[in-house]
């Protein structure tokens, strides 16, 4: 009689538990989901008017930033936030990587302004890091961060892609927290 007293209570306590981490769950995937529209992007679209866009690595933008200055390039790297500066990097050449910011006629792929803060915590409350898709140019950075040395950097003016480093749970968690504590800038 004794056990059978204290079944119901620990099944209802139980239950109520495992709701509410499925609708913590949900939560997390609801806030923290986005479509991303596939390059070449709408708003890009003056960018894709001109010339062939040539694919370059960070390790080029490294040797020879001079050859790349005020010349618009597609590049594929790690982009790093951290406390608000953003370096583009690929470790195949180093563990120094390319300032880089914003530029003022900054546009993305639509959805893609939110991947980047949900994998990088871009505009957020936390530091991280994303595959990026970004073309650009280098130069003195339109948008320099309270990190800003002076130097050319890499003036991001269409993002195309950003997608996580692994499954990217942990960063969406982040990313639902900060969109439920108001702790996300945007």
């Known amino acids: 009689?004794?056990?059978?007293?204290?079944?119901?209570?620990?099944?209802?306590?139980?239950?109520?538990?495992?709701?509410?981490?499925?609708?913590?769950?949900?939560?997390?995937?609801?806030?923290?989901?986005?479509?991303?529209?596939?390059?070449?992007?709408?708003?890009?679209?003056?960018?894709?008017?001109?010339?062939?866009?040539?694919?370059?690595?960070?390790?080029?933008?490294?040797?020879?930033?001079?050859?790349?200055?005020?010349?618009?390039?597609?590049?594929?790297?790690?982009?790093?936030?951290?406390?608000?500066?953003?370096?583009?990097?690929?470790?195949?050449?180093?563990?120094?990587?390319v300032h880089a910011g914003l530029s003022n006629s900054f546009e993305s792929c639509v959805g893609v302004r939110k991947a980047l803060s949900i994998y990088s915590g871009f505009g957020t409350w936390y530091d991280s890091n994303a595959n990026v898709v970004v073309v650009g140019s280098v130069g003195r950075l339109d948008n320099p961060t309270l990190f800003d040395d002076g130097k050319a950097g890499f003036n991001i003016v269409c993002l195309e892609r950003a997608e996580p480093i692994g499954s990217g749970m942990s960063e969406r968690i982040k990313y639902t927290v900060g969109e439920l504590f108001r702790l996300n800038s945007h």
């Open 1 to 97: 009689m004794f056990r059978f007293k204290f079944k119901m209570p620990a099944a209802i306590i139980t239950f109520t538990i495992g709701v509410a981490l499925a609708s913590a769950a949900a939560s997390v995937w609801k806030i923290s989901s986005v479509e991303t529209e596939k390059p070449p992007c709408q708003s890009c679209s003056a960018l894709y008017s001109s010339a062939e866009i040539p694919v370059v690595t960070i390790c080029e933008l490294k040797a020879n930033p001079e050859n790349f200055m005020n010349r618009v390039v597609r590049v594929r790297a790690v982009l790093h936030h951290d406390a608000g500066q953003v370096n583009l990097y690929d470790h195949t050449c180093g563990n120094d990587g």
